[in-house]
């Protein structure tokens, strides 16, 4: 039985690719209804609305980065500050909640404040579209 080789950097593009492509989508779903719940709940937190417009940079243009491996250390810190402002405004009383499914109440905006984390520490690997 053949044996498949480790390919640390493959991984690497697979999981860009996961946490980069999924919060894209997210963030196109934001962006289509003009981030109003966001800045409803920035200025409910006491922070100027046109914050919300950071979510745009987090949730769109650092994934971009990411998914073509451009600036992706700095990217993902990027990502990892929108979403922990998000849990911070939007979702701090769900922290120690679970869903009506089980599941931690805050599983999404975990797996990409974790996943860009990671990224952080692993960067971009060998597969890129962009030179670093």
């Known amino acids: 039985m053949k044996t498949i080789k480790q390919n640390t950097d493959l991984g690497i593009l697979i999981f860009r690719i996961l946490v980069a492509g999924l919060l894209i989508l997210h963030g196109i779903g934001n962006l289509t209804n003009g981030y109003v719940f966001i800045k409803s709940m920035m200025s409910k937190s006491g922070l100027p609305e046109f914050m919300a417009y950071g979510a745009f940079m987090g949730e769109i243009i650092a994934p971009i980065f990411i998914l073509l491996g451009y600036r992706v250390r700095i990217s993902s810190l990027f990502v990892a500050l929108t979403m ?8 701090a009383g769900e922290i120690f909640s679970l869903n009506q499914f089980g599941g931690w109440a805050i599983e999404l905006q975990a797996f990409y404040l974790f ?3 990671a990224i952080f520490y692993t960067d971009s690997g060998r597969y890129t579209i962009l030179n670093k």
């Open 84 to 91: 922990f402002i998000a849990i911070l405004t939007t979702h």
């Open 115 to 117: 996943g860009a984390i």
